[in-house]
């Protein structure tokens, strides 16, 4: 199962959600898009196998030190591993190009 979780910027949050419809994934992929609150955020990590931090802009969220200290996989887009690229270079992946 593909999670997507977090605050969602201008209309992504909409679009991924008909997305998601129109391709009859409801089964396969869970919105939840919003702020996520800090007591759920070691839940949410615990079961992920890969952290996955498309920012189309800098960014600090906190997300990929917790996640790599949870001792999960990132993968950022460029646009926001300036502001938090992890000191993990095994654990870490940043991509080139613009993030989706």
């Known amino acids: 199962m593909l999670v997507v979780a977090g605050e969602p910027w201008d209309d992504l949050g909409p679009v991924l959600a008909q997305q998601v419809r129109a391709r009859g994934i409801e089964k396969l992929v869970q ?37 790599l200290a949870a001792g999960r ?3 950022l887009a460029t646009a ?7 000191n993990s270079r095994t654990n870490r992946r940043i991509t080139r190009g613009k993030a989706p």
């Open 31 to 67: 919105l939840r898009l919003g702020w996520v609150p800090e007591a759920e955020v070691p839940l949410l990590l615990a079961a992920a196998d890969l952290v996955v931090l498309p920012y189309r802009s800098g960014s600090q969220s906190a997300v990929a030190p917790l996640a």
């Open 80 to 86: 926001s591993s300036r502001p938090m690229t992890p």
């Open 73 to 75: 996989p990132v993968i």
